[in-house]
């Protein structure tokens, strides 16, 4: 079965500094993997994902995140953060092979940036 | 283009009732999911439609039910509500079934609340 880990509920950054939000997965084949973001009284919106290619991916707001196949992880990164990009993110994982179809979400990071 | 709509976007009902939520896809988006988003459990995989039939379901009661018109619009339906059916249901289209490289479209989601 596939998984998805964030291993931290919570990350806080001051406005300006770098943020990376962690993410690791667990799939059978080859990974789809997906960044979405959440507003408060919001669905989820997409940023980024990887399909093939390139490790590194460039998505919406700045944000970009790193493909690492031998650490199974797909970290969310932005070089400068803003007050605004203060959200609830999620990772996911979707496959074509191993038998699961069904995207899988990680329980979400919020994160904070102070001023 | 008009991104994915969902009615009521609040919704308070009595337990032991039942509840049908509604959802209308990008357009030429075919692919339907639906999830439940609580504080507790994070967002839930309830089931997913694909060319009006059900592709993928989530490990949910059966008192959790959904269909999908030619039109690609969705409806969820929960009969003989419990208070722990309280949750933000979020629907989400995509070009692509699940397992594909498509990312996904949430709604603005309905806001359950069960007394």
């Known amino acids: 079965a596939q998984s998805v880990a964030q291993p931290e509920d919570q990350v806080n950054v001051a406005e300006g500094n770098p943020l990376t939000v962690k993410c690791t997965y667990s799939?059978?084949?080859?990974?789809?993997l997906f960044w979405y973001v959440q507003y408060p009284n919001r669905g989820l919106q997409f940023l980024l994902k990887?399909?093939?290619?390139?490790?590194l991916v460039k998505g919406s707001y700045g944000f970009e995140a790193e493909f690492n196949k031998s650490q199974t992880s797909f970290h969310l990164k932005k070089p400068s953060a803003l007050v605004s990009d203060s959200a609830l993110y999620f990772c996911?994982?979707?496959?074509?092979?191993?038998?699961?179809?069904?995207?899988?979400f990680g329980r979400g990071t919020s994160l904070i940036v102070h001023p | 283009k008009a991104g994915v709509t969902q009615t009521p976007r609040y919704l308070i009902k009595t337990r032991g009732q039942q509840v049908t939520l509604s959802c209308s896809p990008i357009?030429?988006?075919?692919?339907v999911s639906w999830y439940q988003q609580t504080p507790g459990q994070g967002l839930q995989f309830l089931f997913e439609?694909?060319?009006?039939?059900?592709?993928n379901k989530g490990n949910f009661p059966g008192r959790f039910s959904g269909r999908q018109f030619s039109n690609s619009r969705s409806e969820m339906n929960v009969s003989t509500l419990e208070l722990g059916d309280s949750a933000l249901y979020l629907c989400?289209?995509?070009?692509?079934?699940?397992?594909?490289?498509?990312?996904?479209?949430f709604g603005p989601g309905t806001r359950l609340t069960v007394t």
């Open positions: 799939v059978s084949g080859n990974p789809y």
């Open positions: 989400a289209s995509s070009l692509g079934a699940g397992g594909s490289s498509y990312e996904q479209y």
């Open positions: 357009s030429g988006h075919r692919s």
């Open positions: 990887y399909i093939t290619g390139d490790n």
């Open positions: 439609y694909f060319s009006e039939t059900q592709r």
């Open positions: 996911a994982v979707s496959s074509a092979s191993g038998g699961s179809y069904i995207p899988t």
